[in-house]
């Protein structure tokens, strides 16, 4: 059983960043593809960014978020993060972060793969 809590969400402004933070609880981390989503009001939930487990040296993101968006885990703090750059307003969503054991590559920023979700932590990005 894993256990996710996001925090670091907030609303700024058009251009500002902000860093998420996904909290893993067990001993799993480690070997855990991880991924973040968003979901805005009345949209479906989407992949933002996908790493691959150990190391996370292989990353993917959505088009939408490339050269602005860097995700990046600490192993040794159970942590995931997702450093969000030049935001715009088409970025307001929950965000959530997802974990499963085994994510094939091309999959990756697919929520249907992830069977561990956390509760989400809104960002809002006015112009």
């Known amino acids: 059983q894993v256990q996710l809590v996001e925090s670091g969400g907030g609303s700024v402004q058009t251009g500002g960043s902000l860093r998420l933070s996904c909290a893993a609880s067990?001993?799993?981390?480690?070997?855990?593809?991880m991924g973040w989503f968003r979901q805005a009001p009345g949209k479906e939930r989407e992949g933002v960014a996908a790493?691959?487990?150990?190391?996370?040296?292989?990353?993917t993101y959505a088009d939408s978020v490339k050269g602005r968006f860097t995700i990046s885990k600490d192993n040794a703090k159970n942590t995931l993060y997702l450093q969000m750059n030049s935001l715009k307003p088409e970025d307001t969503a929950m965000y959530y972060c997802?974990?499963?054991?085994?994510?094939?590559?091309?999959?990756?920023?697919?929520?249907?793969?992830?069977?561990?979700w956390g509760q989400g932590t809104q960002v809002t990005v006015s112009s």
């Open positions: 997802a974990a499963d054991a085994l994510v094939l590559g091309a999959r990756r920023l697919m929520a249907s793969e992830y069977a561990y």
């Open positions: 067990g001993n799993t981390f480690r070997r855990a593809f």
């Open positions: 790493i691959d487990n150990g190391n996370g040296v292989t990353t």
